[in-house]
Antibody
């Protein structure tokens, strides 16, 4: 069955960096564009980024453009999110949901999320 | 960016009630709309995609309708496990966006 396991979260000071990983299984990883979505405590869902199935194309939300970089390793079925210049507003649970099909499909599987806490 | 406005943001209902949640898009998105259910401490669960198609395994008491800019999620005969927060999402264009959520609580 489909599994998505986010890791790499933790407590970090403002201005520092963190790299999240998302290990995927149960589907043909290299066939899917993949996304990052976050949810701040008690807040709405926020889409952050997408990377195409082959890693050649990316899109970012304005809130993270220039600070976050999404990448993937199709040989290891793993998605990454490099987060630089973190601010308090980046405190959230980060998810790497799988779309049903193409780049314009909603997300049919989600992991448990990785909690990132930015605090001094 | 396409903004999604959900209403109401909070809804109090009883088991067995029929509830309707509305999602309005700031521009036409055809039927590129999905609905999710989220319970505290868990990831969202896809209920409906393409505005009205029920995701596999989702009970038939959930239904969606609409196209263009106005969409609705209806739950007929609300069950105890349906008390949760519901979000709409547009997948018409990047950046993908979500509605602000509707929390359905027990009256």
């Amino acid at each position: 069955q489909v599994q998505l396991v986010e890791s790499g979260g933790g407590v970090v000071q403002p201005g520092r960096s963190l790299r999240l990983s998302c290990a995927a299984s149960g589907f043909i990883f290299s066939n899917y564009g993949l996304h990052w979505v976050r949810q701040a405590p008690g807040k709405n869902l926020e889409w952050l980024a997408v990377i195409s199935h082959d890693g050649t194309r990316t899109h970012y939300a304005d809130s993270v453009k220039g600070r976050f970089t999404v990448s993937r390793d199709n040989s290891k079925n793993t998605l990454f999110l490099q987060m630089n210049s973190l601010t308090y507003e980046d405190t959230a649970v980060y998810y790497c949901p799988k779309p049903r099909g193409g780049d314009y499909d909603p997300f049919d599987f989600w992991g448990q999320g990785a909690l990132v806490t930015v605090t001094s | 960016d396409i903004q999604l406005t959900q209403s109401p943001s909070f809804l109090s209902a009883s088991v067995g009630d029929r509830v309707t949640i509305t999602c309005r898009a700031s521009q036409g998105i055809n039927t590129y709309l999905a609905w999710y259910q989220q319970k505290p401490g868990t990831a969202p669960k896809l209920l409906i995609y393409a505005a009205s198609t029920l995701q596999n395994g989702v009970p038939s008491r959930f239904s969606g309708s609409g196209s263009g800019t106005e969409f609705t999620l209806t739950v007929t005969a609300l069950q105890p496990e349906d008390f949760a927060t519901y979000f709409c999402q547009q997948v018409r264009s990047y950046p993908l966006t979500f509605g602000g959520g509707t929390k359905v609580e027990i009256k």
